[in-house]
């Protein structure tokens, strides 16, 4: 198993934070949308991430400069400036080991647990998004939050680069706090992504070893290198949380422990 398990974190280095280094290297937007990416994330209750949520007291450091995870999101609202990041990551590990996809409503943050389900606000346009944060950053003095690609652009933001922003948690005790099953039409979950076609058929057939029947190997480009697939490993199409947490929990059982829910 572990021989295959290694191959999931092919990417980068473990807790590699891939938005850290953003306003130093050039980055940008894809060539062709995805709008059905656009919708916002789904709240949910989730466990906070093995990885990225700092050390047993929250600490972490970067660049010489420590900082700390908050011990709560709860009651979290912050105004400051946005910032996004795209293609040059897409594809990369985030802080808590995801897989960081330009078209998923997800941003980097410096202090809020991983994962936390934000509300963000354009306080020039009123335009709002629903993300996940999974990543850490923005390591910039006069921004709080990092967003997708997708994020920036529902929000108006993609061409300005930044905008002032509110963030704020949503949570179980908030109202905007969704506590349908239900998950959006086209979701899968993805347990793995590899450079080599081969490894990624060998896990698949691990997996379909294990009666994860609905496993599949999907062929993806990075716009940033159009002629270098990468392979990912998914499993469904799955109708509701009900259906994610048994895939995940029945991964568990055979050492898979990081697992991602995506829309396409």
């Given at each position: 198993?572990?021989?295959?398990?290694?191959?999931?974190?092919?990417?980068?280095?473990p807790?590699?934070?891939i938005s850290?280094?953003s306003?130093?290297?050039?980055?940008g937007?894809p060539?062709i949308?995805?709008?059905?990416?656009?919708?916002d994330?789904?709240?949910?209750?989730?466990?906070?991430?093995e990885y990225?949520?700092g050390?047993?007291?929250?600490?972490?450091?970067?660049r010489?400069?420590?900082?700390k995870?908050?011990?709560?999101?709860?009651?979290?609202?912050?105004?400051g400036?946005a910032?996004?990041?795209?293609?040059?990551?897409?594809?990369r590990?985030?802080?808590?080991?995801e897989?960081y996809?330009?078209?998923a409503?997800?941003?980097?943050?410096?202090?809020l647990?991983?994962?936390t389900?934000v509300?963000?606000?354009?306080?020039n346009?009123?335009?709002?998004?629903?993300?996940?944060v999974?990543?850490?950053?923005?390591?910039?003095?006069?921004?709080?939050?990092?967003?997708?690609?997708?994020?920036?652009?529902?929000?108006d933001?993609?061409?300005n680069?930044t905008a002032?922003?509110?963030?704020?948690?949503?949570?179980?005790?908030?109202?905007s706090?969704?506590?349908?099953d239900?998950i959006q039409?086209?979701?899968?979950v993805?347990?793995?992504?590899?450079?080599?076609?081969?490894n990624?058929y060998?896990?698949?057939?691990?997996l379909?070893?294990?009666?994860f029947?609905?496993?599949?190997?999907?062929?993806?480009?990075?716009?940033?290198k159009?002629?270098?697939?990468s392979?990912l490993?998914q499993?469904?199409?799955?109708?509701?949380?009900?259906?994610?947490?048994k895939?995940?929990?029945?991964?568990?059982?055979?050492g898979?422990y990081?697992t991602?829910l995506?829309?396409?």
């Amino acid at each position: 198993m572990n021989k295959y398990l290694k191959y999931l974190f092919i990417f980068t280095t473990p807790f590699l934070l891939i938005s850290c280094f953003s306003n130093f290297l050039s980055d940008g937007a894809p060539k062709i949308f995805k709008k059905t990416f656009s919708r916002d994330a789904i709240p949910r209750k989730e466990p906070l991430s093995e990885y990225g949520n700092g050390d047993e007291k929250g600490h972490y450091e970067v660049r010489g400069k420590r900082y700390k995870v908050l011990s709560s999101s709860e009651n979290y609202r912050e105004r400051g400036i946005a910032s996004w990041y795209g293609t040059k990551f897409h594809g990369r590990l985030t802080s808590n080991r995801e897989i960081y996809n330009i078209y998923a409503m997800t941003a980097a943050h410096k202090s809020l647990p991983l994962p936390t389900y934000v509300k963000v606000t354009n306080t020039n346009n009123k335009k709002t998004v629903v993300v996940r944060v999974n990543d850490r950053g923005p390591f910039v003095d006069d921004r709080i939050i990092d967003l997708s690609y997708a994020a920036a652009l529902k929000l108006d933001m993609v061409k300005n680069g930044t905008a002032p922003v509110i963030v704020e948690t949503i949570s179980e005790k908030t109202t905007s706090f969704v506590v349908s099953d239900n998950i959006q039409n086209n979701s899968f979950v993805q347990v793995g992504a590899f450079v080599e076609e081969e490894n990624a058929y060998n896990y698949l057939e691990l997996l379909k070893k294990n009666r994860f029947n609905s496993a599949f190997v999907k062929k993806e480009y990075n716009w940033m290198k159009p002629l270098t697939p990468s392979y990912l490993v998914q499993i469904g199409p799955i109708r509701n949380t009900k259906d994610y947490d048994k895939i995940s929990n029945n991964l568990k059982k055979i050492g898979v422990y990081q697992t991602t829910l995506i829309q396409q």
